[in-house]
């Protein structure tokens, strides 16, 4: 029978294996793709806003729902059809800690990708906002939005960016460990929509969100997207993905085994 499932032990590998292929990408490749993987997630947040625009007045609850449901179709699209996302990326410490490639390699791809979501981002806001489409409720929710992200108390928006990563990088986890496109769908699906439930804070998401509401009207600048909400959440999702979930795992299933068949080698040779 044809194996559907890796182990976390192989996961491990195949997530080294995949940071040494990211950390070889051209300069270009990374604009390319992480612009792509921006407007990604920022297709994921309109689907959200059109879904839930009127649903709060009904039921909050479900409201919220609806809109985590919507969602996931973002990292979906970045992990299936091929993309750089920047906090998906954040597990490329695992391959810097096993020796594959250099922490210089590891900012190097981290700035070119951050900086192409951005792009990605605001330019898929800027369209949208003028695509004639964001009116009525939908411009009130989007609006509602970008206000709500910058009043996020900096302290907060750290927190709420670290419990995110963790999330998102257990998703790309998971999706790396599927190995058909329906398992990928399900890993990618239930994490991400759980932590836009629960109200963590995504940086790339917020390049989208937080934009997409000023061109809008929503009276925030751009160094209150920064300052209160980007910068903040960006070290929080930096701490919950690219410290909690590869530290752990590479103490757990990288480092140890080694540890061990070091020792056994040397019970032997004695």
């Known amino acids: 029978m044809e194996k559907r499932l890796l182990t976390p032990k192989e996961i491990a590998q195949a997530t080294i294996d995949a940071g040494a292929g990211k950390a070889k990408l ?21 689907g959200a806003i059109t879904i839930s ?14 809109f985590a449901a919507a969602f996931p179709v973002g990292l979906m699209l970045v992990v299936i059809c091929g993309a750089e ?6 597990l490329m410490v695992l391959g ?12 190097r791809n981290w700035g070119f990708v951050y900086l192409a979501n951005f792009i990605g981002s605001v330019i898929l806001a800027y369209l949208v906002a003028k695509s004639g489409l964001m009116t009525g409720a939908a411009a009130e929710k989007a609006i509602g939005i970008a206000n709500a992200k910058v009043a996020i108390p900096f302290g907060a928006a750290i927190i709420r960016g670290i419990l995110c990563n963790i999330l998102v990088v ?4 998971m999706a790396t460990g599927a190995r058909d496109i329906i398992g990928k769908i399900f890993s990618c699906w239930f994490p991400i929509m759980l932590f836009v439930l629960c109200g ?12 997409l509401g000023m061109f809008l009207g929503a009276p925030i600048s751009w160094g209150q997207i920064w300052m209160n909400n980007l910068i903040p959440v960006t070290i929080g999702n930096l701490i919950g993905g690219a410290l909690i979930v590869p530290l752990s795992y590479f103490n757990a299933y990288i480092k140890t085994p080694k540890i061990a068949a070091t020792a056994e080698n040397n019970v032997k040779k004695a």
Do not use: R
Not at 53 to 66: N, P, R
Not at 85 to 90: A, Q, R, S, V
Not at 97 to 104: A, D, F, M
Not at 170 to 173: D, H, I, K, P, S
């Open 26 to 46: 051209s300069i270009m490749q990374m604009l390319i793709l992480g612009m792509f993987a921006g407007a990604f997630i920022g297709f994921g947040g309109q």
């Open 53 to 66: 625009q009127t649903y709060a007045s009904i039921d909050v609850g479900m409201s919220k729902f609806l």
């Open 85 to 90: 996302l920047f906090t998906g990326n954040n």
């Open 96 to 107: 810097c800690l096993n020796c594959n490639y250099k922490v210089k390699d590891l900012l």
């Open 170 to 173: 257990l998703a790309v986890w």
């Open 200 to 211: 963590f804070e995504h940086s790339v998401a917020n390049m989208y969100f937080a934009p």
